[in-house]
């Protein structure tokens, strides 16, 4: 896998730069996030580095399927409530204009009981 040196996600994937793991396996890992919004506010990132959503491609359609299939578990481990009452967002920013800061792709996930700082 090429990872970029500077990359901020790559280190954290990689244990050069210390988190609060969530999940890992040999494609994926998810933390919390450092600045969370709302009561329960990790992020998944492929341990590939792919910069984006406009950089996915066929290749990465299994990839992709594995982490929207593996957020739920993982908010209802993280203590999001149970559907319909409960729930989460899964969100993705892609590019400056979409609001993504680290060009690593990743989704956060966001959920608790509202109110949330931001959402």
């Not at 050069?16 to 994926?28: A, G």
Request: glycine share 10%.
């Amino acid at each position: 896998m090429s990872h970029p040196d500077n990359c901020i996600f790559c280190k954290i994937a990689a244990g050069t730069i210390p988190s609060r793991k969530v999940y890992e396996d040999e494609e994926l890992f998810a933390f919390h996030d450092i600045n969370p919004w709302a009561p329960v506010h990790f992020l998944m990132i492929p341990k590939a580095h792919i910069p984006s959503m406009a950089q996915v491609g066929p290749e990465h359609e299994a990839l992709l399927g594995r982490m929207m299939v593996l957020a739920p578990r993982l908010a209802l481990e993280q203590g999001c409530n149970p559907y319909p009452e409960g729930g989460y967002r899964i969100l993705t920013n892609t590019g400056a204009e979409g609001g993504q800061e680290v060009h690593h792709l990743h989704f956060h996930v966001i959920g608790g009981p509202r109110p949330w700082l931001k959402g």
